[in-house]
C-alpha cells in the first residue's frame, strides 16, 4: 500500500476561548485537530475504476504550551522530554511518529506567526489543523495479488492425497517446512506431477514466492516443472 498525507494549518482569528491571564493554561496553544483517513478501494465490478471509503475521521483538542510548541521546526531539534510530552500528546491520535515528526514544524510555524502577530497581547491561541491521509494500492499489491490467485489456482488443481496414502510416495516430511506428516494432521497434501507430495499450504508459497520473482514453476525437491 502507499500513503500520502496533505496538512492544514490556519490560526483562528478570533479566539473562541477566554482563559484569565492567572490561569494554569494560559500561555497556552489550543489545537483543534481533525484527523481522516480515507482508502482508495478498487471498484469489485471494475477493478480499474477506484472509490474512496472513509475508515476513521477523528477530532481532538490539544493543549500544548507556547514555548514547546513554537520550538517545533526543522532545525531546532526538541529535547528528549519536549520530543516524548509531543508524542504523547497526539497518541490519541492514530499517526505514526515518522509522520508526526514530519507535520510538527508546520505547526511550530504557524504557532510562531500567531506569536509574532500578537497585538492584542493574547495570553491563549487557537489554531486549526486537519490531517487527510490517502492510502491507496500499489502496483506491487496488484502483482502480489495476481501471484498469490494463480499460485492457488494451480495448486488446487493437484491431485490431493489421502494422509493414510502419503508413505507409497516414499517421503516421511514436507520438504518446503521440513515437518513431518502424520496421521490426524489437518494440513491438505497435494502431488505434483512429478510425484512428490508436500502441504498445499507450503507449496502455494513457494509457487507464490516463483511467480512472484518471475522464476520457473518447478518443484522444490526435483526442480522439475509443476505446471
Known amino acids: 500500500m502507499e500513503s500520502s ?28 485537530f481533525n484527523y481522516t483517513l480515507h482508502e482508495i478501494i478498487p471498484s469489485q465490478t471494475h477493478p480499474s475504476n477506484f472509490t474512496y471509503d472513509d475508515i476513521i475521521t477523528m477530532d481532538r483538542i490539544f493543549l500544548v504550551p507556547r514555548e514547546i510548541l513554537c520550538d517545533c521546526n526543522e532545525v531546532t531539534v526538541l529535547d528528549r522530554n519536549n520530543t516524548i510530552f509531543m508524542h ?17 514544524p508546520l505547526i511550530g510555524e504557524c504557532a510562531r506567526e500567531m506569536i509574532a502577530q500578537n497585538r492584542e497581547g493574547r495570553n491563549i491561541w487557537e489554531m486549526d489543523v486537519r490531517l487527510l491521509i490517502t492510502v491507496r494500492p500499489s502496483e506491487n499489491d ?18 490431493k492425497v489421502r494422509e493414510t496414502d502419503f508413505s507409497i510416495y516414499s517421503t516421511e516430511r514436507c520438504a518446503i517446512c521440513l515437518e513431518e506428516f502424520c496421521n490426524g494432521s489437518k494440513l491438505e497434501l497435494v502431488l505434483t506431477r512429478c510425484f512428490h507430495v508436500f502441504h498445499k499450504e507450503c507449496l502455494v508459497q513457494w509457487l507464490h514466492n516463483c511467480l512472484c520473482g518471475q522464476s520457473s514453476h518447478t518443484c ?3 526442480r522439475c516443472q509443476i505446471c
Open 5 to 32: 498525507y496533505h496538512l492544514y494549518v490556519n490560526p483562528f482569528d478570533e479566539p473562541t476561548i477566554s482563559i484569565p491571564q492567572e490561569s494554569p493554561f494560559s500561555d497556552y496553544f489550543y489545537i483543534n
Open 88 to 104: 504523547d500528546t497526539f497518541s490519541s491520535v492514530p499517526i505514526s511518529p515518522e509522520l508526526l515528526d514530519a507535520i510538527l
Open 142 to 159: 496488484n502483482d502480489q495479488d495476481q501471484c498469490a490467485s494463480l499460485a492457488s489456482q494451480i495448486v488446487d488443481s493437484m491431485e
Open 220 to 222: 522444490p525437491l526435483c
